[in-house]
């Protein structure tokens, strides 16, 4: 399951999932944005204050609910911080990717599940993802005996994957989805 950030279920999301598909995954792009898409982070923000945060909470826990088979959650910045309350809480939970972004609070209360481990990708000066909730979750994740692995990128974009934005890496980008492709490929073996 891969979830979307602020910005909504752009091409760029359907594009990461094709990636993953062609690589031979099955891959789910829930909507929690009633279908509204944007090019610029504040309107992403109202957007995403105007649902609220329980509500998206809400959305996604929903769309959780609706899997019933060994899963990854993954997700870009906002839809980071939602795939990781999923793979902390969800009994089909087997891996979690990260990009662009950390994890949420709630995903850090508690102790992490053994068998789920745990990817991360950001840009090295990202401004919206903090290296010390990296740290805590790495602290969290390997406490509980589980894989843990984080990847930085040169750069201060913040959605560098995503190839309709103008933070678009594609160095960066081509190696970090090197990278998830790798990942899954060890936790489905």
């Known amino acids: 399951m891969l979830l979307h950030s602020a910005l909504g279920l752009r091409p760029g999301v359907h594009a990461a999932a094709d990636i993953l598909r062609a690589a031979g995954h099955t891959v789910v792009v829930p909507d929690y944005y009633d279908g509204e898409v944007f090019d610029e982070v504040e309107d992403g923000l109202r957007k995403r204050d105007a649902l609220g945060v329980e509500e998206?909470?809400?959305?996604?826990?929903?769309?959780?609910?609706?899997?019933?088979?060994?899963?990854?959650?993954?997700?870009?910045?906002?839809?980071?911080?939602?795939?990781?309350?999923?793979?902390?809480?969800?009994?089909?939970?087997?891996?979690?990717i990260l990009m662009h972004g950390a994890v949420a609070d709630d995903a850090l209360a508690g102790p992490w599940p053994a068998g789920v481990p745990v990817q991360v990708h950001y840009g090295e000066g990202d401004p919206w993802v903090e290296p010390a909730t990296v740290a805590e979750l790495?602290?969290?994740?390997?406490?509980?005996?589980?894989?843990?692995?984080?990847?930085?990128?040169?750069?201060?974009?913040?959605?560098?994957?995503?190839?309709?934005l103008p933070d678009y890496d594609p160095c960066?980008?081509?190696?970090?989805?090197?990278?998830?492709?790798?990942?899954?490929?060890?936790?489905?073996d």
């Open 138 to 164: 790495e602290r969290l994740v390997t406490a509980s005996g589980a894989a843990f692995e984080v990847h930085t990128y040169p750069t201060d974009a913040h959605l560098f994957a995503d190839p309709g």
């Open 172 to 188: 960066a980008a081509t190696l970090m989805w090197q990278r998830v492709t790798e990942f899954l490929k060890r936790i489905s």
């Open 56 to 96: 998206i909470r809400r959305r996604v826990r929903r769309f959780g609910e609706s899997v019933d088979r060994p899963v990854v959650f993954a997700g870009f910045s906002l839809g980071a911080a939602a795939a990781g309350t999923l793979a902390a809480s969800h009994p089909a939970a087997r891996g979690l």
